[in-house]
């Protein structure tokens, strides 16, 4: 699963959100990835960061706080 966001204030740019199994190798825990891209491509974004399952409720409920 994967979708891709327009990054608002830019041209060309997206934010990516993925989910990667096994993304450490073998046996790893599945993480969602959240990438930037100011060029607009989603397989090289120039920011990226990985976020364990078992954190993806706090995450979105600290995200929701900023908002």
């Known amino acids: 699963m994967s979708k891709i966001i327009k990054l608002s204030g830019t041209k060309k740019g997206?934010?990516?959100?993925t989910k990667i199994d096994e993304p450490y190798g073998a046996n790893s825990a599945s993480v969602a990835s959240v990438g930037i891209s100011l060029a607009g491509?989603?397989?090289?974004?120039?920011w990226k960061v990985h976020i364990p399952f078992a954190n993806?409720?706090?995450v979105i409920e600290a995200l929701k706080e900023l908002k």
């Open 14 to 17: 997206i934010i990516s959100v």
């Open 56 to 58: 993806l409720d706090e």
């Open 41 to 46: 491509n989603e397989n090289e974004p120039e």
